[in-house]
């Protein structure tokens, strides 16, 4: 029933602990987890009588972190916000909501509870967002788990098992197995533990043994952790039968299911009950009257003494003269905004490329997925809409809402599509996990971020060197549009981070600014 | 006023009253849709999101000036890229980006060519270089519809070419030379001017040709 591990398979492994090998003589560099800065360390003077005026340009994360810090200081605020709208890529969608994406507006129609709403930008925190995290804390925002990975969850590719979904877990039980019996193979070779002390290679090999759940011969032949195939509570369980290596690798999808839980969503993972637009709120109740809504800005003028904006708001435009002013419009949207701004910062700006993810969620009229042992998490398939997530919260009501596409890279596929195609592209996709999908579900909404109005784009994308890293003269640009203009305009948002997509990175940038202003104003007064 | 009102409370009424003001002032200057009478309106006058201040053109986005545009050209274009006969050639990135952006009524096109039509205008900023001599000789073709001053010829339903962002009349030009423009069968006047650019061998000439058009008047 144990089919041996191939040569070939005992080849490549070998290739594999050269690679191992070298790694280990990185040494450090396994030590690096992404972080961030640790949260309060913003200690911005407080002005008393001196009093100084500020513009922010866009009331998403970044501007708003700026808006409630400064405002605590006694600084002047004015939140200038072209949409009708706070948050920006903050956005959760609920009963009655303009989604205002440019020819393809729409209303949203979920049923008008708490529970049912769908966040169709940022979704996830995870515990290591300090800055952010401390916010919540600080504006009282109520944060509960997000389930990411789920083990009961799909795996559904066309090229594997004839495009039969199959549980995470019986993906991920098996695929163990399969490797660690490669691993222990080589253990086994005195060529290939002869790096190692002999206790080192004895716990190595405990670990690989226990890793795939191998037999007393080293061999996977199959695992209790996949679930029982029958009985299991008032019967001895059933091991369900192996699923054969070659089957699983007829897909590529390991390489999400295998490390969905690693990088940025490796710690836990949380949002704010109720919606992640609930941190706009808490924001709004301390600025909200600083907004502006419908207010576009059409110039910004750096002078020696501070900054003019000019915005345009119910057909009049209106002029505003501040000491400082903090922008987080999207750069290829500045480019076309009146400014004196000098040739290589708008060299910088015009570099940036704009980001193209697209989400989908649909109304589910029953909650199906807890009828299969799902709650939260994401199914993955091979299929353009590429992952289904059930909702983490409001468990056993009624109804929920599933996100039914989310294209980060790639998403113009469905962008170009017509509100119908999209739609009825997803439906055939999920109905390869869900069969009767299209019936379990109704009244859609669409987000292609490429084409929402005041933005035009998702995330900035800095980098152009695929998968290889920032090029010198890209970290160059970066720093310039970084630094202010003559100390008194500052670029801020996630786009001024090296991690853009992340509400951290739009906080840290606004602190980052914050914090050079504060050293300037510190200056003047001393 | 308000000091004896909680701050949230005050927060909400102010919100409360900024979009009672933001819906009378929407409704009195442009139009708008609404599918409720709670729902929050919008409406189609998003055009400077990407084309900039006034219409000035972005080259961030690849949009090009709208300001100065003749209205009649301005709605051709609209109409062509609303019906697909304008920016449907896979390559051609901006065109096609701008298909949905058009998605428009008549009504919706109208009030759009008028809001243009009252924009400030401001001559273009040169970010190109190339042999004006050569782009002189290389204009005589163009001098035959769009005039020997590049300033249109409404007749022939030739736009104006002075003062427009050099950077999109490039592209354009490229594009009416591969064929990304001006091969749809509904295109007469794209198909007018594909048969036009014979002349423009090269990306020089190209460059050289919109270089001389940079150093005419432009209004």
Known sequence: ?526 | MLSFVPLDVRHKIWGLANRILLALAICHLTPFTSAAAEREPYDDRYCTTCHGTDGRGNEGIEAPRLAGMEDWYLRRQLKNFRAGIRGYHPMDTAGIAMRPMAKLTDDSIADIVAWVGSWDYQPAEITIEGDVQSGELLYGVCATCHGMDAKGNAAMGAPALAGQNDWYLVTQLSNFVVGYRGRHEDDRYGQQMAAMVGTLTDESAIRDVVVYINSLETR
């Not at chain 1, 002999?198 to 191998?214: H, K, N, Q, V, W």
């Open chain 1, 1 to 526: 029933m144990v089919n041996p591990v191939s040569r070939r398979e005992f080849l490549n492994l070998l290739a594999a602990t050269g690679g191992i090998a070298a790694a280990l003589r990185a040494g450090t560099a396994l030590n690096l987890l992404p972080g961030s800065a640790s949260a309060a360390s913003l200690d911005l003077l407080n002005l008393g009588s001196n009093q100084r005026k500020i513009a922010i340009l866009g009331g998403g994360i970044s501007g708003l972190t700026a808006a409630f810090e400064l405002s605590k200081q006694g600084y002047d605020c004015t939140v200038l916000e072209a949409s009708h709208r706070c948050g920006g890529r903050v956005l959760t969608l609920r009963h009655g909501d303009l989604i205002d994406e440019i020819g393809n507006r729409q209303y949203c129609e979920f049923d008008d509870e708490p529970h049912m709403y769908f966040n169709a930008g940022a979704a996830r925190i995870p515990s290591t967002h300090r800055n952010l995290l401390a916010y919540c804390k600080e504006l009282n925002v109520e944060l509960e788990v997000f389930i990411n990975e789920n083990k009961t969850s799909f795996v559904q590719d066309d090229n594997m098992l004839g495009g039969r979904p199959i549980r995470n877990i019986d993906y991920t039980t098996n695929m163990r197995g399969f490797m660690a019996e490669l691993m222990a193979k080589a253990m086994n070779s005195d060529e290939l533990d002869a790096p190692f002390t002999e206790s080192e290679a004895e716990t190595l090999l405990s670990m690989i043994r226990s890793f795939g759940d191998l037999n007393e011969n080293d061999l996977y032949s199959g695992s209790f952790r996949a679930g029982y195939a029958e009985g299991g509570f008032l019967k001895h369980g059933v091991q369900k039968d192996m699923i054969a290596f070659r089957d699983l690798l007829k897909s590529r999808m390991g390489r999400q299911i295998m490390g969905a839980n690693e990088g940025d969503t490796g710690p836990i993972l949380m949002q704010p009950a109720g919606g992640m637009d609930q941190i706009i709120r808490g924001f709004l109740n301390h600025v909200g009257e600083q907004v502006k809504y419908r207010a576009m800005v059409t110039s910004v003028k750096v002078t020696d003494k501070g900054v003019n904006v000019a915005y345009d708001q119910d057909g009049v435009r209106h002029s505003l003269e501040v000491d400082y002013c903090f922008n987080c419009i999207p750069t290829h949207l500045m480019v076309g905004i009146d400014h004196n701004f000098p040739s290589d910062y708008v060299t910088a700006m015009k570099y940036v490329r704009r980001g193209e993810a697209y989400k989908a969620a649909f109304q589910a009229k029953h909650r199906f997925w807890e009828d299969l042992d799902i709650y939260g998490g994401i199914s993955w398939s091979n299929t353009k809409s590429r992952q289904l997530w059930y909702p983490s919260h409001g468990i056993h009501k009624a109804k929920g809402i599933v996100l039914g596409a989310y294209d980060y890279s790639g998403g113009m596929y469905h962008t170009l599509m017509s509100q119908e195609e999209r739609i009825e592209a997803h439906l055939a996709d999920h109905e390869k996990i869900h069969p009767n999908f299209r019936e379990l579900v109704e009244k859609p909404v669409t987000i292609g971020w490429h084409r929402m109005n005041h933005m035009l784009g998702c995330s900035a994308r800095w980098s152009r060197n695929l998968g290889r890293g920032w090029t010198h003269e890209e970290e160059t640009l970066y720093h310039t549009l970084q630094a202010p203009v003559n100390g008194r305009h500052y670029f801020i948002g996630d786009q001024i981070s090296m991690h853009s997509a992340w509400q951290e990175s739009a906080v840290m940038s606004a602190q980052w600014a914050l914090s050079h202003m504060d050293a300037q104003v510190r200056a003047e007064l001393a």
